[in-house]
């Protein structure tokens, strides 16, 4: 069965943990609770094939980020989420992504920013269209928004990562 190992990055409280439970197991929690590293494996169908999903969701509190080498080896994916009620967390995506594209040596590769807590659009720091051109006029990659709260092109966002990883 193919295998696709996907590393969830962002700063913390942006809803990694959100995302990835709501893809793996169709849940939404409301409490927070800081992750040190979880794994899952989730089966699925993409296109008429029976496939693995590995998904690491990591930590985002900052004194976990020395284990960031270590993911970014592991990942053929990465979804960096940001919070689009959290400006900070829109600034802390770049310093990850030319992160990876140092470690894996390249200018190019299956990436994904993803502006979740779309429901909190009252909330709002981060523009949409500001943020949608950043990520894909400068950094080159796929921006999609999200609500792990609303089940808000969750799947949809997860099924794109496996695709590209597929094209790459
Ligand atoms: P760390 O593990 O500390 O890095 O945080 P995280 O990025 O995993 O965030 P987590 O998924 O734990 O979510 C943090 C808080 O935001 C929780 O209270 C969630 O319920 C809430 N949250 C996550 N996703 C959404 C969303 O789409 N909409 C709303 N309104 N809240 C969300
Ligand atoms: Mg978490």
Do not use: C
Request: aromatic residues 10%; charged residues 30%; negative net charge.
């Amino acid at each position: 069965m193919k295998e696709y190992k996907v590393v969830v990055l962002g700063s913390g409280g942006v809803g990694k943990s959100a995302l990835t439970l709501r893809y793996v197991q169709g849940l939404f929690l409301t409490r927070y609770n800081p992750t040190v590293e979880d794994f899952y494996r989730h089966h699925t169908r993409l296109d008429e094939e029976e496939v693995t999903v590995e998904i690491l969701d990591t930590a985002g509190t900052e004194q976990y980020s020395s284990m960031h080498q270590l993911y970014i080896d592991h990942g053929q994916a990465f979804v960096l989420v940001y919070a689009i009620d959290n400006k900070q967390s829109f600034r802390d995506v770049e310093p990850l992504l030319n992160q990876i594209l140092d470690m894996k040596k390249t200018r190019n590769y299956p990436i994904i920013v993803v502006g979740n807590k779309s429901d909190l659009e009252d909330l709002r720091e981060v523009d949409r269209e500001q943020a949608e051109r950043t990520t894909k006029d400068l950094w080159l990659v796929p921006h999609i928004q999200t609500s792990a709260k609303e089940d808000y092109n969750v799947t949809e966002m997860f099924r794109r990562v496996l695709r590209m990883i597929n094209s790459y």
